[in-house]
C-alpha cells in the first residue's frame, strides 16, 4: 500500500523567505503526483501536477519536482507572502488498480509579515 | 463553467440519524471520487465511480456507509446510523475522463458533525 509522507508538519516563516516542503512516498511506481493548496474550512485547489515522466512543473513562484527513484517530491515556494499561509497537501496517483490518489497529512505554512 | 459543488456545507446529526451528502461534479466529468477528511489528517480515499460504474469502494469505512451515481453525474453518500466517529469532512473530487495524467478538481466539502 502507498505511504505518504510529509515533513514538516507545520512550518512557521517570515515573508519574503524562499520555503522547500517535501513530500516522499514509498511505491516509486506511480503515474502522477500532485501538489494541492488547502484554506481553512475550504476544499482543495490545485497548485502544479507532474506526471511521472517530467522532472519537474513551474507556476510563478511556485516549483514542484520529482524524484521517482528515491520516492521524493519537493515543493519550492520563492519569495513567500502571507496570503501563501494554508495547508499544502501532495498526492500520489499509482500504478495499477483503479488509479485512486493517495494523500499525505499536509503541511500547515504560517506566513507571518 | 462552475466548479465542483457539494450541499450541504454544513450538517450536524444526532448520533444514530441518516444522512445523505450530494456532489455535482463538473459537468462532462467521468471520474468521481469521495474522500474524508479528519480534522488535521490528509484526505482519506473513499469511493471512486468512472461515469454510473463504482469501481471501488475499498475505503468505505462500514456497511452504514454507501455511495451511488444513477445516472454517471450527480452522487450522492449516504451514512445510516450516524456515530460520534464519522464526523469530519467530506470531499468529493471530480476529473474529466479516466486517464491517470488528469488533474483532480474538489468542492469545498461538506462538514459533519455527529452529536
Known amino acids: 500500500k502507498q505511504e505518504v509522507t510529509q515533513i514538516p508538519a507545520a512550518l512557521s516563516v517570515p515573508e519574503g523567505e524562499n520555503l522547500v516542503l517535501n513530500c516522499s512516498f514509498t511505491d516509486s511506481a506511480i503515474y502522477n503526483l500532485q501538489w494541492f493548496r488547502q484554506d481553512p474550512g475550504k476544499g482543495l485547489t490545485s497548485l502544479l501536477l507532474?506526471?511521472?515522466?517530467?522532472r519537474e512543473q513551474t507556476s510563478g513562484r511556485l516549483n514542484a519536482s520529482l524524484d521517482k527513484s528515491s520516492g521524493r517530491s519537493t515543493l519550492y515556494i520563492a519569495a513567500s507572502q502571507p496570503g501563501d499561509s494554508a495547508t499544502y497537501l501532495c498526492a500520489v496517483k499509482v500504478a495499477g488498480g483503479s488509479y485512486i490518489p493517495t494523500f499525505g497529512r499536509g503541511t500547515s505554512l504560517i506566513v507571518h509579515p | 463553467g462552475a466548479g465542483v459543488s457539494q450541499s450541504p456545507r454544513y450538517k450536524v446529526a444526532k448520533r444514530g440519524q441518516d444522512v445523505a451528502l450530494r456532489c455535482d461534479p463538473i459537468s462532462g466529468h467521468v471520474s468521481l471520487f469521495w474522500y474524508q477528511q479528519a480534522l488535521g489528517q490528509g484526505p482519506e480515499f473513499l469511493t471512486y465511480f468512472q461515469n454510473e460504474a463504482q469501481l471501488d469502494k475499498s475505503g468505505l469505512p462500514s456497511d452504514r456507509f454507501f455511495a451511488e451515481r444513477p445516472e454517471g453525474s450527480v452522487s450522492t453518500l449516504k451514512i445510516q446510523r450516524t456515530q460520534q466517529e464519522d464526523s469530519a469532512v467530506y470531499l468529493c473530487?471530480?476529473?474529466?475522463?479516466?486517464?491517470?495524467?488528469?488533474?483532480?478538481?474538489f468542492g469545498s466539502g461538506t462538514q459533519l458533525s455527529v452529536l
Open positions: 507532474i506526471q511521472s515522466s517530467q
Open positions: 473530487a471530480s476529473s474529466p475522463r479516466t486517464s491517470v495524467d488528469e488533474k483532480l478538481f
